[in-house]
């Protein structure tokens, strides 16, 4: 798969959308005064030539089984996420079923 190239596959699973802190940044003085830092990720299985595709997507991204999707992306090993394998990457992800777009800037 070219990376510059994106694919057309149908959503195996629903998309599942986790909230995750990414870090903090404070300061301890007997109470802890900082802040977190947030972000959404959205996790879903594609059908791609007969094989099935895990696709992560940093963003919200709400997806559901069947839908007809468009993903453009990069393919990366899935080790550091807990996945055995290759995982997509997506930075554009287009719901043909719905016409929405989603995509990082």
Known sequence: MNEDE???AYAV???NIIYRIS???G???IIVFGW???KYVSIFSVEHDA???VVLYYG???VVRNDRLRIAGS???GGNIGINGKVMIAYKIENLSTGDTYEKV
Request: proline content about 12%; hydrophobic content about 40%; overall charge negative.
């Open 6 to 8: 994106p694919i057309e």
């Open 13 to 15: 699973t629903d998309s």
């Open 23 to 25: 870090y903090f940044w």
């Open 27 to 29: 300061i301890p003085i």
């Open 36 to 38: 977190l830092k947030n």
């Open 51 to 53: 094989h099935r595709l």
């Open 60 to 62: 919200i991204c709400p």
């Open 75 to 77: 393919m990366e090993y």
